[in-house]
């Protein structure tokens, strides 16, 4: 692309975009606001709006305890069902139940319990601390020698691929990653992973919270053995909303949840007191489903299938690229990085830049010039392309305000000190 940007060409993009008319389906209180955390935290599905009210008011207010068999009881496998369709799954895959930490608790110790003599976990320093520290609990708690690797990456941006493989052997049980790098945007290739993985006899377990409704993903092709994931980013499920486990089918059988309570029992409501497991996707689930959020789920997964995977890719693609064309012209000479893939086949939705001041322009951004993007420490401004509803106008005026921040002097009048959330 030649180096002449401007608002009029941004406006051209937009008015030959297939997806425009999808930014209509959602709540739009601040025309002016830029909103590029919508990999943090989507916006807010109009059918959302109208199905909380719809819960709350008559399923819960009139309905009371009969909604649990209008509808309540099967929402997990229901609602799991459709996501499946975004990950590559079959419905019986996928439900939906608890934090994407939890859910990881809960696979990660079938699969380790299921390896019995395998010692390893493999997993690469761009991984989500969380996943982390789950794995880390999870050792702790079955006091059984298995140690974590945690495989550096060699530029803080790109997946260690080959150092993964070469590590792989007939002492590794599991293999743990973010299929999308939740700083760079690095998205690891599936099913070449998953295949050098089995073939050392190990299982591999994905983390897709920023590959779900972002990239398309392909669990069955790849022979993934298992996955989890968020709600809350490209699925616009809302703050919170819980999380997605896949297990594949031939697996289901063989791996048991360590938190086997009752909406896992094959018949809750005989109150039996010894545990029998129900033989499908149903067995992961604990407690009662958290039903509000649970159901605001299904707006933001229909509009992706609606949409479709392919032309959502296929947007976000010319996104970021065009984006990463902006940085090159307008913000590498004022002492921005970029720190994301150039290659658009290794890249989500996302592009990471780096900047001395981030905090500090970070701030300005937020506070004087009405773009929304998200700061990770200890240097990166993430900007989330949601295909959805995320415009090229938003790119152009957000890479002017980047420029303005830091030109202007903008973030000087901030000081360096965090909030509790970033
Ligand atoms: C956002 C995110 C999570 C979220 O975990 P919760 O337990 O649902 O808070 C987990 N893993 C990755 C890679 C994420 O990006």
Same mark, same amino acid.
């Given at each position: 692309?030649?180096?002449?940007?401007?608002?009029?060409?941004?406006?051209?993009?937009?008015?030959?975009?297939?997806?425009?008319?999808?930014?209509?389906?959602?709540?739009?209180?601040?025309?002016?606001?830029?909103?590029?955390?919508?990999?943090?935290?989507?916006?807010?599905?109009?059918?959302?709006?109208?199905?909380?009210?719809?819960?709350?008011?008559?399923?819960?207010?009139?309905?009371?305890?009969?909604?649990?068999?209008?509808?309540?009881?099967?929402?997990?496998?229901?609602?799991? /069902?459709?996501?499946?369709?975004?990950? /590559?799954?079959?419905?019986?895959?996928?439900?939906?139940?608890?934090? #994407?930490?939890?859910?990881?608790?809960?696979?990660?110790?079938?699969?380790?319990?299921?390896?019995?003599?395998?010692?390893?976990?493999?997993?690469?320093?761009?991984?989500?601390?969380?996943?982390?520290?789950?794995?880390?609990?999870?050792?702790?708690?079955?006091?059984?020698?298995?140690?974590?690797?945690?495989?550096?990456?060699?530029?803080?941006?790109?997946?260690?691929?080959?150092?993964?493989?070469?590590?792989?052997?007939?002492?590794?049980?599991? @293999?743990?990653?973010?299929? #999308?790098?939740?700083?760079?945007?690095?998205?690891?290739?599936?099913?070449?992973?998953?295949?050098? &993985?089995?073939? !050392?006899?190990?299982?591999? $377990?994905?983390?897709? !919270?920023?590959?779900?409704? !972002?990239?398309?993903?392909? $669990?069955?092709?790849?022979?993934?053995?298992?996955?989890?994931?968020?709600?809350?980013?490209?699925?616009?499920?809302?703050?919170?909303?819980?999380?997605?486990?896949?297990?594949?089918?031939?697996?289901?059988?063989?791996?048991?949840?360590?938190?086997?309570?009752?909406?896992?029992?094959?018949?809750?409501?005989?109150?039996?007191? #010894?545990? &029998?497991?129900?033989?499908?996707?149903?067995?992961?689930?604990?407690? #009662?489903?958290?039903?509000?959020?649970?159901? $605001?789920?299904?707006?933001?997964?229909?509009?992706?299938?609606?949409?479709?995977?392919?032309? $959502?890719?296929?947007?976000?693609?010319?996104?970021?690229?065009?984006?990463?064309?902006?940085?090159?012209?307008?913000?590498?000479?004022?002492?921005?990085?970029?720190?994301?893939?150039?290659?658009?086949?290794?890249?989500?939705?996302?592009?990471?830049?780096?900047?001395?001041?981030?905090?500090?322009?970070?701030?300005?951004?937020?506070?004087?010039?009405?773009?929304?993007?998200?700061?990770?420490?200890?240097?990166?401004?993430?900007?989330?392309?949601?295909?959805?509803?995320?415009?090229?106008?938003?790119?152009?005026?957000?890479?002017?305000?980047?420029?303005?921040? @830091?030109?202007?002097?903008?973030?000087?009048?901030?000081?360096?000190?965090?909030?509790?959330?970033?």
């Amino acid at each position: 692309m030649e180096a002449t940007f401007s608002s009029e060409q941004a406006r051209a993009l937009d008015a030959a975009d297939p997806l425009a008319h999808f930014r209509q389906r959602f709540a739009f209180p601040e025309p002016d606001l830029i909103y590029l955390d919508g990999n943090s935290l989507g916006r807010l599905p109009l059918a959302s709006e109208a199905l909380a009210h719809e819960l709350v008011t008559r399923q819960w207010g009139e309905r009371l305890i009969r909604s649990w068999n209008e509808g309540w009881f099967t929402l997990p496998a229901r609602i799991g /069902g459709k996501l499946a369709q975004l990950v /590559g799954a079959a419905p019986e895959e996928v439900v939906i139940a608890d934090a #994407t930490s939890v859910n990881l608790f809960k696979l990660a110790v079938a699969a380790l319990q299921q390896q019995r003599g395998r010692t390893r976990i493999l997993t690469d320093d761009l991984n989500f601390p969380s996943d982390l520290y789950v794995l880390q609990g999870v050792i702790e708690t079955l006091n059984a020698g298995h140690q974590l690797e945690i495989i550096p990456s060699v530029d803080g941006v790109h997946g260690p691929v080959d150092a993964l493989l070469a590590r792989l052997d007939d002492d590794v049980a599991l @293999v743990v990653l973010s299929h #999308t790098v939740f700083k760079s945007g690095y998205v690891y290739d599936m099913a070449a992973i998953t295949a050098a &993985v089995h073939a !050392s006899g190990a299982l591999v $377990l994905w983390d897709l !919270s920023h590959s779900a409704g !972002s990239v398309p993903v392909d $669990l069955a092709g790849a022979g993934a053995d298992l996955a989890i994931g968020c709600t809350y980013k490209y699925i616009n499920g809302g703050p919170g909303a819980p999380a997605f486990l896949y297990v594949r089918r031939d697996l289901q059988p063989l791996l048991q949840n360590p938190i086997s309570g009752w909406m896992g029992q094959h018949a809750p409501f005989d109150f039996d007191l #010894t545990y &029998v497991a129900e033989p499908g996707m149903r067995h992961f689930l604990t407690g #009662t489903p958290p039903v509000l959020s649970l159901a $605001l789920i299904e707006p933001g997964v229909d509009l992706l299938l609606d949409a479709g995977m392919a032309a $959502l890719r296929a947007k976000s693609v010319q996104q970021t690229e065009y984006f990463i064309s902006l940085w090159e012209t307008m913000l590498a000479p004022l002492g921005y990085t970029l720190n994301s893939p150039r290659r658009s086949a290794w890249r989500s939705s996302h592009v990471s830049l780096r900047h001395a001041e981030a905090w500090r322009i970070n701030q300005a951004l937020i506070h004087e010039l009405n773009v929304l993007p998200d700061f990770r420490a200890p240097d990166t401004i993430r900007l989330g392309m949601a295909p959805l509803y995320t415009t090229f106008i938003d790119l152009y005026r957000a890479a002017e305000r980047l420029r303005c921040a @830091v030109e202007a002097r903008l973030y000087a009048r901030y000081e360096n000190r965090r909030t509790a959330v970033t």
